[in-house]
Every structure is written in C-alpha cells, then in structure tokens.
C-alpha cells in the first residue's frame, strides 16, 4: 500500500508540476506580449512627443511674428497719434494743416 501512495503521491507531484510549468508559460507569454504593447504605446507616445515639440516650435515662431507685427503697429500708432497732435496743436493757433510733402 505504501507503494500504490508513493505512486499516487509522484503523479500528484508530476502533475502539480506540469500545472505550474503552464502557468508559468502562459505568465511569460503575456509577459512578452505586454512588452510588445508597451513598445508600441513607447514608439507611439515618442512620435506624439515629436509631434507637440513640433506644434510648439510652430507656436513659438508665429507667437514672435505676431508680437512683431504688434510692435510695428504700436510705432505706427504712436507716429500717426503724433501727427495728429501737431494738426491739432496747428489748428488750435490758428493755422491750418502742413503741405503735403
């Protein structure tokens, strides 16, 4: 009898190993696959990177043009205001406009 639970004790052991070494299979396989997926979600999130780092740049060049062209019409407005003021001072002492030149 000893024998037969020797017997029935080595196949339950045999088994149990052969359960474990599937598992241990199926683990590493998904194991693997989600490196796959995060490789993927890696390249993708790079390429969105690049691409923000690239929308910036763009934002940035248009940001100075348009804080340029702010600039320029500050001067114009300023030199027209200007011009203005001297109509105005011209009229007030009685004068009339400046020719044209």
Do not use: C, W
Request: charged residues 35%; hydrophobic residues 35%; aromatic residues 6%.
């Amino acid at each position: 009898m000893a024998k037969d639970d020797r017997n029935a004790e080595g196949e339950a052991l045999s088994g149990l190993s052969h359960r474990i070494d599937r598992r241990f299979e199926v683990t590493l396989q998904a194991f693997e696959s989600n490196i796959e997926l995060n490789k993927g979600i890696a390249a993708s999130l790079m390429a969105l990177t690049g691409s923000i780092n690239e929308h910036r740049r763009e934002f940035a060049k248009h940001d100075r043009e348009f804080a340029e062209q702010r600039r320029e019409y500050r001067e114009e407005t300023r030199a027209h205001r200007e011009a203005l003021f001297r109509l105005l001072d011209r009229l007030d002492e009685g004068g009339g406009p400046a020719p044209a030149t």
